[in-house]
């Protein structure tokens, strides 16, 4: 049985652009690797892998976004990642305290919001343009 969430994985072309961006939302490096090798081709199922690996979180509970660069082979772009209606992964999703005041903040430092702030579900939520158009959203419980 599942005891809690722990990670999320990115692939991303600018590193430095996607870590900015987690920093923004409270995240911290807190690991920094390079993966290769058999053991990475074979658990990764990606010939010859060398990527760098890092790690970003936030506590409090702990939470972990992971960030894969490829050095080789080359990321395969995914041309619907920003399309919300496509089979797979579709966003994830934090929890804030203060929606508005988050919005304000993220949006002063040029993050891009996909929709205006809405109520659903016992909760106010907006969907951000995260890195390589990933869908962040956030919400606030009512």
């Not at 994985?9 to 490096?29: C, H, P, Q, W, Y």
């Not at 395969?76 to 929606?99: M, P, Q, R, T, Y």
Request: charged share 25%; hydrophobic share 45%.
């Amino acid at each position: 049985m599942v005891k809690t969430f722990d990670h999320i994985t990115v692939v991303v072309r600018d590193i430095e652009a996607a870590k900015s961006f987690f920093a923004l939302l409270g995240f911290e490096e807190i690991q920094s690797s390079i993966i290769s090798g058999k053991a990475m081709e074979d658990y990764m199922g990606v010939k010859d892998i060398e990527a760098d690996h890092i790690t970003l979180a936030i506590e409090n509970p702990h939470a972990e976004v992971q960030l894969l660069h490829y050095r080789h082979p080359s990321a395969i772009v995914d041309a619907d990642s920003a399309h919300l209606n496509k089979l797979g992964f579709n966003h994830i999703c934090f929890a804030v305290e203060d929606i508005e005041a988050e919005v304000r903040r993220l949006t002063a430092a040029g993050v891009r919001l996909r929709n205006r702030i809405m109520e659903f579900h016992n909760r106010k939520l907006v969907f951000l343009c995260g890195p390589e158009d990933v869908t962040v959203e956030l919400a606030q419980w009512l």
